[in-house]
């Protein structure tokens, strides 16, 4: 029943009444970096235990009240989605917007919330983008960055999974993820800290992983490094992924590889996506533990040639020297590697349009 009306749920459409004038909007997009420019609407929907999923629409982006006791506010339940849609010649595409519907559902079920039906996450995606379409930078970086989230709202201090969501969608119009293109980033190798434990929320995207994640970027930064690097937290010793970041490994027999998704890993798109391409291009990809210890031996001897990060916002980003205590390694003269190149290349390509699109991944929005 609850499902029938969810799926049935159209967005209304609200105009903003007092959009940017297009110059306004020329100037946000000159140089828009990431996360700072907002467009016009946003998506939002509700959801309460009585009424289920309800009152879907595509409005004026405007701030949300919350009463000061709003349950996300003292116990966290809020979990997010990033993903992209890319200028095309008539209109815009997205890319795999299925597998972020898939794994938003998959990260409520882990923080006790009501799960999104798919279909119900992709019309509000589509629905915004139609809505903000003239908002996708023209520049070939450019494109809208999509940020789906659900928050409890429930007005309520005890303890238990709210019995009321708000769930919004919001675009953001960016540029270069990193200014300058894709220099190699530096990585400080944190001892101190772990993202993840077993049982715990590291398969989640939820913002509670971030917030404890905050300590050691910001260790990381003092210590004159770009991003920190995750071990496991049981033993301490395997590579993990970056704060927000996926990691793979290239070594001189043209195999990469990938830390296994063992629960306390995001199984991000762009990573999923590149062992494909991989497979696909004839390179050996391998999902395989690989420690730090193996990592600063096999930089050491040469086995290993390059390393990058991945996601959706930096999409693939060389990783150039790695540090921590007793560690301190350079990779490929912190230069970007053939190998890296090539798979950032050809994800790029499939994304704007201009390779083939064998596995289906880009939808096309008219
Ligand atoms: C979102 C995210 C990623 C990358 O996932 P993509 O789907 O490729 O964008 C990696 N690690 C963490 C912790 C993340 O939150």
């Known amino acids: 029943m609850t499902q029938d009306v969810t799926m049935s749920l159209t967005f209304v459409v609200e105009p903003n009444a007092h959009p940017l004038s297009a110059a306004q909007r020329a100037d946000l997009l000159v140089d828009p970096g990431f996360g700072r420019v907002f467009t016009d609407h946003m998506a939002i929907v509700r959801y309460s235990t009585d009424k289920g999923w309800h009152d879907a629409r595509i409005t004026a982006r405007s701030p949300v009240t919350l009463e000061p006791a709003a349950s996300v506010l003292h116990y966290a339940q809020e979990i997010f989605e990033g993903l992209k849609a890319y200028r095309r010649p008539q209109g815009a595409a997205l890319f795999r917007p299925d597998a972020n519907a898939r794994r938003f559902r998959a990260s409520a079920r882990r923080l006790a919330m009501p799960e999104l039906p798919e279909e119900l996450f992709l019309e509000s995606v589509r629905a915004l983008v139609k809505a903000d379409i003239d908002w996708i930078p023209q520049d070939e970086d450019g494109a809208l960055y999509l940020r789906p989230f659900m928050f409890a709202s429930e007005v309520f201090l005890g303890v238990k999974p709210a019995s009321e969501y708000l769930y919004i969608v919001m675009a953001s119009s960016v540029g270069r993820y990193f200014k300058g293109g894709p220099r190699a980033v530096s990585l400080w190798v944190t001892r101190e800290y772990t993202r993840a434990a077993p049982g715990g929320t590291g398969a989640a995207k939820c913002g509670g992983n971030y917030a404890a994640s905050l300590a050691a970027q910001a260790d990381a930064i003092s210590r004159g490094c770009d991003q920190v690097v995750f071990l496991d937290a049981a033993e301490r010793r395997w590579i993990e992924e970056l704060g927000g970041m996926n990691i793979f490994f290239v070594f001189d027999d043209g195999s990469i590889a990938t830390p296994p998704l063992d629960g306390t890993i995001l199984p991000g798109v762009t990573r999923d996506s590149i062992l494909t391409l991989a ?65 950032r290349e050809a994800l790029v390509a499939i994304q704007r349009g201009t390779a083939p699109d064998p596995h289906d991944w880009v939808e096309e929005l008219a």
């Open 279 to 343: 497979r696909d291009a004839g390179i050996a990809a391998r999902e395989e533990r690989y420690s730090i210890e193996q990592w600063q031996a096999d930089a050491a001897s040469g086995r290993l040639t390059e390393a990058f990060a991945c996601g959706t916002a930096a999409v693939v980003t060389p990783i150039g020297r790695v540090q921590g205590e007793g560690i301190d390694f350079t990779i490929n003269g912190e230069r970007v590697g053939p190998t890296t190149q090539r798979i």
